[in-house]
């Protein structure tokens, strides 16, 4: 299947969308890319969809970052607070009294009571502007949430191949020391009827004492890499099944570039960051402008003084003010306004640059990983036969049992090589997908529920009354 051309995924400026980034096209490839890893089934074994899908759940990192946006969300309810009405009101209950120099003093009671309203007609296009800055950096933080989903289910992925590895590792060193103890046990029985020499002997529990000893490092290295899964999985790996390879990944690195301008969650960021402080102009200059509102009043008060002792009124009026002079701090924001976007335009280059560079080192460790993983292939079949043969010719007498001892470990040495180099490509094919924007809970079809962030952006957008929070 070929890989899909002119993606384009850009958010609108002023309406944040509904679904989440990074879709589209490149969600169908990430589906061709990806969907064979999670082929091979086992009884009561744990996939690699198993622990993405766990990760997704439960990893705190990635669930801080949900609160985070969802905290930006709150950000455009309060831009939008620029077009809605304030209503305040007072009470006042008072005491006075009157000294005026004759016999008896003069206490008197005052009372009065006021509900005022204020609404906003035109601020200067500031309410306007700063709605599509808080809406962009909704965007913003929605690629942003990408980019920390991407990070979380790449580092699960690599961490559930190393275990995959060093389990591998493991088992090839137990297999060796196992082979290693026959052999020494045959070098012994071969040297009690005076076939082989002492140091025949010596070399065989030599090699054993050196095989065991690297049991012993396969096995603790083994250990870290489950602390590390656990860390981002959230439980120690179980019996975990080995990925299909990967199919229908890029044919050519500037395909893989070109998804990765239009996808990359990181860029997605810089591009929206970018656009919010270009709003953030329009918002300082906003300043500069008249203000236009509606006020009104009611009044009642009460004075034990005034004549009637009680009075009601009311008022209803257009207030505009108009800003002369404001001791140039607001010159000085709008100054500093342009010089962020300026930062902000050059900041999205220099992250084009960086997922550009990023696309060139994940294809270039993935092709060269494949490129090596066949070597090592090769590799194993032929110490496989070297040993073979040695063993045979043991057996006539044209080898010693150094020459089994060096052919043996030669095969373990290969079979090793090949497990890393396995690991190195899975791994590689994951920072390509992830560096092209792929790499998302919905775009490799994960069963789990899938995060909406339009979900709580909704209710609060337009949400004039109440603190709960869910």
């Avoid at 060096?406 to 396995?422: M, N, T």
């Amino acid at each position: 299947m070929s890989v899909p051309q002119n993606i384009n995924t850009r958010q609108s400026t002023k309406t944040v969308q509904r679904r989440p980034l990074f879709l589209t096209a490149l969600s169908s490839l990430a589906a061709v890319i990806l969907v064979p890893l999670f082929c091979t089934t086992a009884a009561q074994a744990e996939t690699l969809e198993d622990a993405l899908a766990a990760a997704y759940n439960s990893n705190p990192t990635l669930l801080a970052q949900r609160a985070s946006l969802r905290a930006t969300n709150e950000n455009v309810s309060q831009a939008l607070a620029g077009w809605r009405p304030t209503v305040s009101s007072s009470a006042t209950v008072g005491h006075k009294r009157v000294h005026t120099g004759t016999v008896s003093d003069t206490s008197l009671g005052q009372r009065s009571l006021s509900l005022s309203l204020s609404q906003p007609l035109y601020r200067g296009g500031r309410t306007e502007a700063t709605t599509a800055q808080t809406e962009s950096f909704v965007s913003a933080g929605r690629a942003q949430l990408a980019v920390v989903e991407q990070n979380i289910l790449l580092a699960v992925a690599t961490r559930y191949m190393t275990v995959l590895r060093d389990q591998a590792v493991l088992g090839l060193n137990q297999h060796n020391v196992e082979v290693l103890r026959k052999q020494l046990e045959a070098t012994r029985d071969r040297f009690e009827v005076g076939e082989i020499t002492r140091t025949d002997v010596a070399q065989a529990e030599a090699r054993l004492s050196g095989a065991i000893s690297q049991r012993v490092q396969a096995g603790g290295n083994l250990k870290v890499t489950q602390a590390s899964y656990a860390a981002a999985v959230g439980a120690m790996p179980g019996k975990l099944v080995k990925p299909a390879a990967l199919t229908g990944m890029p044919g050519a690195e500037n395909v893989a570039q070109e998804l990765s301008l239009e996808n990359n969650p990181s860029l997605q960021a810089s591009r929206f960051s970018e656009e919010a402080s270009k709003h953030d102009i329009d918002a300082t200059r906003g300043q500069m402008m008249p203000t236009v509102s509606l006020n009104s009043e009611l009044a009642h008060a009460s004075d034990a003084a005034a004549r009637g002792g009680r009075s009601n009124s009311a008022f209803m009026g257009v207030t505009v003010s108009v800003p002369l002079y404001q001791a140039g701090g607001v010159y000085s924001q709008l100054r500093q306004s342009r010089l962020l976007n300026s930062q902000a335009r050059i900041e999205v280059e220099e992250t084009r640059r960086s997922v550009q560079q990023q696309v060139t080192q994940a294809w270039e460790r993935w092709t060269t990983a494949t490129a090596a993983k066949d070597a090592r292939k090769d590799q194993v079949r032929a110490s496989a036969i070297a040993l073979e043969g040695v063993r045979q010719e043991l057996a006539v007498g044209s080898r010693t049992t150094l020459d089994v001892l060096d052919s043996e470990q030669e095969l373990l040495d290969a079979r090793v090589a090949l497990a890393s180099a396995e690991t190195d490509e899975a791994i590689a094919s994951f920072d390509l997908v992830a560096a092209m924007g792929g790499l998302t809970a919905e775009a490799l079809g994960l069963n789990v529920a899938l995060y909406d962030p339009a979900v709580d952006y909704d209710k609060v957008r337009d949400k004039w009354f109440g603190a709960d929070v869910e």
